[in-house]
């Protein structure tokens, strides 16, 4: 069975751009979490999709958000992009989400300039 | 707001040694997940916890739900086990955990000399 797959694997942006990322689960598995991993904070909860719908959020501002597709793929979007959303982007994916066990995906390491 | 403390924060050791991490978290929970996390970023999950003991080869995790306290145990260590450890909490709603998701710990750096 294919693991979490992220794209990109690595991406530079300059401040007040937007940036996309994406994240296909394993199969079979309808829930979809993203994390943000940085030196400084560790890693932090950003949100959670479970069937199309966000069932969770974390404490990021407004400039954050996602959205599942039918497939249980799903985007996060990052706009107006500042300095400090320099990190390690995860998603991990579950066949329920809630407090079951998560599966990781590489991540996208995004760079901001 | 759920704070999740691990210690130590770096750890090294000689090949062979038994390791212990530790991890204590301030709000009730459903789940303890123990995470490992190579150089390069990937994550893998090792434990998921709610009650007791579970072992997997030379790793061993506990928790005491009363004590809100959870270890990770490491035995015959290895330079392959050289990694970042990390304690993440699924909070427990009803038990005033909030609605979060997944708190992680800072992590153990945890480096095994040959």
């Known amino acids: 069975k294919a693991g979490v797959t992220q794209t990109p694997r690595y991406l530079i942006k300059t401040r007040g751009q937007q940036v996309t990322l994406s994240c296909s689960p394993i199969s079979g598995h309808r829930s979809v979490s993203w994390y943000q991993q940085t030196p400084g904070q560790g890693l932090q909860f950003l949100f959670e999709?479970?069937?199309?719908?966000?069932?969770n959020k974390g404490n990021f501002p407004g400039r954050f958000s996602g959205r599942q597709f039918s497939n249980s793929r799903s985007e996060m979007n990052v706009s107006t992009l500042e300095l400090g959303d320099s990190a390690l982007y995860l998603c991990a994916s579950s066949r329920s989400g809630g407090e079951e066990t998560q599966y990781f995906g590489p991540g996208t390491r995004l760079l901001v300039l | 707001k759920n704070e999740v403390e691990q210690s130590p924060q770096n750890l090294t050791a000689q090949e062979g040694e038994f390791i212990t991490i530790n991890c204590s978290y301030s709000?009730?929970?459903?789940?303890l997940h123990w995470l490992q996390q190579h150089p390069g970023g990937g994550i893998v999950s090792l434990f998921m916890?709610?009650?007791g003991k579970k072992k997997h080869g030379r790793l061993i995790a506990t928790i005491n739900i009363q004590e809100k306290h959870s270890s990770l145990h490491i035995t015959a260590s290895h330079p392959r086990d050289s990694a970042v450890y990390i304690c993440a909490v699924f909070p427990n709603l009803y038990s005033g955990g909030g609605a979060d998701g997944l708190t992680f710990g800072k992590g153990t750096h945890l480096i095994i000399q040959p």
């Open positions: 709000v009730g929970i459903s789940a």
């Open positions: 916890l709610s009650s």
């Open positions: 999709y479970f069937s199309e719908t966000q069932r």
